[in-house]
């Protein structure tokens, strides 16, 4: 791979070349430093020797996010630079952060707990619906993480622009976000911060959980800071003593689909508490299924023993039928363990793209895969784009259910919209539509 030569990237996109003075990728004029955050790295800073500063993607009361070039890694990036900017300064010639004089402890404060947040999401890197951090360091006497840069924005924004959601398509954003929160529960981790302005949806189809500054470990006897988003806060949150756990984040993911089915917003949880004023969300979107209504009800319950205390019993309320946490344990019988199930039978039908109508079987003790390679049963032809020489694979378990496994393909393999984690079976329930390029097929 030949160096890219960064003297004319664009510091809009960090994607093209300046030509003729527009970015070949974008569109757009080079970003000038007149139109710079005032107190942000400058434009095309070199940052530990590796990343090349590009424009500003979010800034908040402590901290920047930048887009930036890891000339090391040859791709895009975001870098998240710690910078309570009402309690510490930097000027124009000078990139160190000092703290106001008085404010020191409490930034080495900040400082440890940023750098708790980058390794927690470190530690979560693998998993497919959680933001991945590449590196964590220090410099200019602050801290800084570089993470995946994902091009698209959030569930806030979108809704700003599209108004209330059907929950046909609600549904396939608050899958990955559930499997998220299963997985730092899982780790005594909860969230906090749940909201549709953390929850960000990619232009190529991914959901992420993102921002996790108000991360807390629930089981041990430190107490839990009082820190909110009104409105998406259950009332634990508001006490100093309230006891907090997987049914905190709960109730703040009910809101959040209370709000985008129904455009509206509950009242806070300490008015709910007093008087709950709340319309029924059955009222208010009749078209929704009466599961989904009862799930969100409880979900956003005032006292915290009233809801759902593990988000797997959520998840079953939300999708009857459907193995939305499980994961395979061990292998599928097409893998190594043929014969187990004479007779067992499962299939797929096209419904989109080349195969649309035809119907593929697999049996116990048989893998099928799908691919450009030749000893593929689904087979496509070598130009395919966007379908991998080996995208992915099918078997049954031992309970004769099929399952599916993506084998590291390029761009992807989804069930029903969801990116799967690559080289882990899944298991398939009827219905589920599997998704790659063009193509699609419904389990039935």
């Not at 095309?44 to 890891?70: C, K, P």
């Not at 730092?184 to 991914?206: C, E, F, W």
């Not at 129904?262 to 806070?268: E, Q, T």
């Not at 190594?336 to 195969?355: E, F, H, T, V």
Request: glycine share 10%; proline share 5%.
């Amino acid at each position: 791979m030949c160096a890219v030569d960064t003297r004319n990237l664009c510091r809009n996109c960090m994607n093209g070349m300046i030509v003729n003075g527009v970015c070949t990728s974008c569109g757009k004029k080079q970003l000038a430093e007149a139109q710079r955050l005032g107190y942000a790295l400058p434009l095309g800073y070199l940052l530990h020797r590796q990343y090349e500063i590009g424009r500003v993607l979010g800034n908040g009361g402590f901290g920047i996010t930048y887009m930036a070039w890891d000339r090391k890694a040859e791709r895009r990036v975001a870098v998240k630079e710690l910078f309570p900017c009402k309690d510490v300064t930097r000027t124009a010639q000078n990139p160190q952060v000092r703290a106001v004089p008085g404010q020191e402890e409490y930034c080495e404060h900040l400082k440890q707990r940023f750098l708790e947040e980058a390794r927690l999401l470190y530690e979560f890197r693998e998993n497919p619906e959680i933001v991945s951090v590449f590196h964590l360091f220090s410099e200019n006497n602050t801290a800084y993480y570089a993470m995946e840069y994902i091009d698209g924005m959030d569930l806030k924004r979108y809704l700003a622009g599209t108004g209330r959601l059907h929950w046909a398509q609600l549904s396939a954003y608050v899958r990955p976000v559930m499997r998220a929160l299963a997985a730092l529960h899982g780790k005594n981790m909860i969230h906090r911060d749940i909201s549709p302005d953390n929850i960000y949806l990619a232009k190529d189809g991914r959901v992420k959980l993102i921002d996790f500054g108000s991360v807390r470990c629930y089981s041990s006897h430190q107490g839990l800071t009082t820190l909110l988003k009104h409105n998406f806060a259950p009332l634990e949150q508001y006490r100093e003593d309230g006891k907090q756990g997987p049914w905190t984040d709960i109730y703040a993911l009910s809101v959040t689909i209370y709000y985008a089915l129904a455009g509206v917003l509950p009242p806070k949880a300490p008015d709910r508490a007093l008087y709950d004023a709340v319309h029924p969300i059955a009222e208010l979107c009749r078209d929704i299924p009466g599961h989904v209504a009862q799930a969100v009800r409880k979900g956003m319950a005032v006292l915290p023993q009233d809801r759902f205390q593990d988000i797997r019993e959520m998840a079953e309320e939300l999708f009857p039928g459907e193995p939305l946490l499980q994961r395979m344990q061990g292998q599928p019988t097409g893998a190594g363990r043929a014969g187990r199930l004479p007779g067992r039978l499962a299939g797929i039908q096209g419904i989109q793209g080349r195969y649309r109508g035809k119907r593929f079987e697999v049996a116990a003790g048989q893998t099928v895969r799908a691919g450009r390679d030749r000893s593929c049963g689904i087979l496509y032809p070598p130009n395919s784009p966007g379908i991998s020489r080996l995208q992915c694979s099918l078997a049954l378990d031992r309970q004769g259910r099929l399952c599916i496994r993506d084998e590291a393909s390029t761009y992807g393999t989804y069930v029903n919209q969801t990116r799967l984690r690559a080289q882990i079976w899944y298991t398939l329930s009827p219905g589920n539509v599997i998704s790659f390029a063009q193509e699609k097929f419904q389990v039935l």
